[in-house]
T-cell receptor, first 118, second 113 residues
Framework: AQTVTQSQPEMSVQEAETVTLSCTYD???????LFWYKQPPSRQMILVIR??????QNATENRFSVNFQKAAKSFSLKISDSQLGDAAMYFC???????????????FGGGTRLMVKP | GAGVSQSPSNKVTEKGKDVELRCDPI?????LYWYRQSLGQGLEFLIY????????KSGLPSDRFSAERTGGSVSTLTIQRTQQEDSAVYLC???????????FGNGTRLTVT
C-alpha cells in the first residue's frame, strides 16, 4: 500500500517571501500521479498542482512549483511571493496510474498548516 | 457552472441514530468519490462510483456505512447507528473520468454526541 508523509504539521512565512512544504511517499509502482491540494477554512479541497511521475520536468503553476525527486520519492511544493490568501491547510496526495481499484483513490498525507504573516 | 454540492453543511446527531449525507456532483461527471476527514487528519478514502460499474467499497470502515448513487448522479452516504468516532467532515468529489482532476464539495461536518 502507498503511504504519503508530510513531516511539517505547521509552517509560517512572511508575506512576499518563499516557503517550501515537504512531502515524501512510499510506493513500489513506477507510474503514478502526485498532487498538492489547498484546503482553506471553507473546507473545499482545491487542486494547486499536479505532477505525472513519467515527466522529469517539474510542474509549475504561476507562483507554485514543485521539486519532484522520483528516486528519493520526494515531492515538495514551493510557494513564491506568498500572499495572505495562501494561508490554508496543504495536502500532498498520491494516485496510482493503474486502471483498477488501486487507481481509483487518492492517498493523502496528514497535511501542513501554512500561516502567512503580514 | 455549479460545483459539487453537499448537504447538509453541518449535522449534529445523537449516538445510535442513522444519518444520510447527500452529494450532488458536477453535471456530466461520471466518477464520484466519498472521503472522510477526521479532525486534524488527512483524507481517508471511503467509496468510489464510476458510471454504471459496481462501486469500489474498499474504504468503508464498517458495515454501518453504505452509499448509493442513483441515476449516475446524486449520491447518498448513509451511516447507521452512529458512533462518536464517526464524527468527521465527509467530503464528496467528482471528476469527468477516473484520471481527471477531482472537484471537491465543501463537505458535511458530522458531530455525534
Amino acid at each position: 500500500a502507498q503511504t504519503v508523509t508530510q513531516s511539517q504539521p505547521e509552517m509560517s512565512v512572511q508575506e512576499a517571501e518563499t516557503v517550501t512544504l515537504s512531502c515524501t511517499y512510499d510506493t513500489s509502482e513506477s507510474d503514478y500521479y502526485l498532487f498538492w491540494y489547498k484546503q482553506p477554512p471553507s473546507r473545499q479541497m482545491i487542486l494547486v498542482i499536479r505532477q505525472e511521475a513519467y515527466k522529469q520536468q517539474n510542474a509549475t503553476e504561476n507562483r507554485f512549483s514543485v521539486n519532484f525527486q522520483k528516486a528519493a520519492k520526494s515531492f515538495s511544493l514551493k510557494i513564491s511571493d506568498s500572499q495572505l490568501g495562501d494561508a490554508a491547510m496543504y495536502f500532498c496526495a498520491y494516485r496510482s496510474a493503474m486502471n483498477n481499484n488501486a487507481g481509483n483513490m487518492l492517498t493523502f498525507g496528514g497535511g501542513t498548516r501554512l500561516m502567512v504573516k503580514p | 457552472g455549479a460545483g459539487v454540492s453537499q448537504s447538509p453543511s453541518n449535522k449534529v446527531t445523537e449516538k445510535g441514530k442513522d444519518v444520510e449525507l447527500r452529494c450532488d456532483p458536477i453535471s456530466g461527471h461520471t466518477a464520484l468519490y466519498w472521503y472522510r476527514q477526521s479532525l486534524g487528519q488527512g483524507l481517508e478514502f471511503l467509496i468510489y462510483f464510476q458510471g454504471n460499474s459496481a462501486p469500489d467499497k474498499s474504504g468503508l470502515p464498517s458495515d454501518r456505512f453504505s452509499a448509493e448513487r442513483t441515476g449516475g448522479s446524486v449520491s447518498t452516504l448513509t451511516i447507521q447507528r452512529t458512533q462518536q468516532e464517526d464524527s468527521a467532515v465527509y467530503l464528496c468529489a467528482s471528476s469527468w473520468a477516473q484520471d481527471s482532476p477531482l472537484h471537491f464539495g465543501n463537505g458535511t461536518r458530522l458531530t455525534v454526541t
